[in-house]
């Protein structure tokens, strides 16, 4: 049983902060890279950011500067700290998993990763 639970989402203006959680439950995170994903109505899902097991982060350049990934082993979860919010971050936000055996940077591809939470909303309005 290997389960992954978003959580954090909610309502913010723009220019706001907001930290998402990722919990893992039925395995252990030290041995998977975790991305973060969103969706918006009406458009496809696109990954955004990732850490693998090392800690080394990957980005889209939309993010770079706002969104700082982390993981923390010791809780089994990992972080989406989000700083100047804009209306076009709303979205359904997802954390994935997959397992490495190697060090590499990690991938914002949804076809990588083959453990997925259910989302958790975030919506920046004024």
């Known amino acids: 049983q290997l389960h992954l639970v978003e959580s954090g989402g909610g309502l913010v203006q723009p220019g706001g902060s907001l930290r998402l959680s990722c919990a893992a439950s039925?395995?252990?995170?030290?041995?998977?890279?975790i991305g973060w994903f969103r969706q918006a109505p009406g458009k496809e899902r696109e990954g955004i950011s990732c850490?693998?097991?090392?800690?080394?982060?990957n980005s889209v350049d939309s993010v770079k500067g706002r969104f700082t990934i982390s993981r923390d082993n010791n809780k089994n979860t990992v972080y989406l700290h989000m700083s100047s919010l804009k209306p076009e971050d709303t979205a359904l936000y997802y954390c994935?998993?997959?397992?490495?055996?190697?060090?590499?940077?990690?991938?914002?591809?949804?076809?990588?990763?083959?453990?997925w939470g259910q989302g958790t909303q975030v919506t920046v309005s004024s």
């Open positions: 994935a998993a997959v397992e490495r055996i190697f060090f590499r940077r990690c991938v914002l591809w949804l076809t990588e990763y083959n453990y």
């Open positions: 039925g395995f252990t995170l030290d041995r998977y890279d």
């Open positions: 850490i693998n097991r090392s800690g080394v982060t």
